[in-house]
């Protein structure tokens, strides 16, 4: 058995002709992660990653939603005593959209910042060099894409927040808001 590791490892074994030879069977580490990849235990894992993170992901926009709705009636009084001025429902949908928008960026922020920190702080307790045949624990990247998606779906959950909050005010008649004043 022979093991050669590098970058360069699959052109030196070529150069020197072992993958030629019928008695010899090279291996490369792509050919093996592939293989390792396909595996029941692997497969299972990965899996079970994309469900936690949609279920996790369902679990930010529902609490996304539940902060709306929570601070929704305050934000409504001011919008409705605003309307009485002249606010238009552009304007309006501006308004909502400055309330929310801070309280949405924290949340971003926060909720990246603990996703690219505890991979980092989990990774050598983890021991996943040793799920993957590492000779060495290899350094945590980061995936750009996750962070796209986790911006795209929160000025998603942002956009939707502010057209359903705008859609629920339109039905409020002027004349109801102007009774009933100071709630």
Do not use: C, N, Y
Not at 20 to 46: I, M, N, Y
């Amino acid at each position: 058995m022979l093991w050669v590791d590098g970058p360069g490892a699959a052109a030196a074994i070529a150069t020197a002709g072992f993958d030629k030879e019928p008695q010899l069977t090279v291996t490369t580490r792509e050919q093996w992660l592939a293989d390792a990849r396909s595996g029941p235990l692997e497969s299972r894992l990965l899996a079970l990653l994309v469900a936690s993170a949609a279920i996790l992901a369902a679990f930010a926009s529902v609490t996304l939603a539940l902060t709306v709705v929570a601070s929704a009636p305050e934000r409504g009084r001011t919008v409705s005593a605003l309307r009485t001025l002249g606010l238009d429902a552009r304007l309006a949908r501006r308004i909502t959209l400055g309330e929310l928008a801070p309280l949405t960026a924290a949340a971003l922020l926060i909720g990246v910042g603990v996703g690219l920190a505890v991979p980092v702080a989990l990774h050598s307790a983890l021991g996943l060099s040793e799920l993957t045949g590492e000779l060495r624990p290899g350094p945590v990247t980061l995936d750009a894409r996750s962070v796209v998606i986790a911006v795209g779906a929160t000025v998603l959950a942002l956009a939707v927040s502010v057209v359903v909050e705008a859609a629920v005010r339109r039905r409020e008649r002027l004349g109801d808001v102007l009774r009933v004043g100071e709630r």
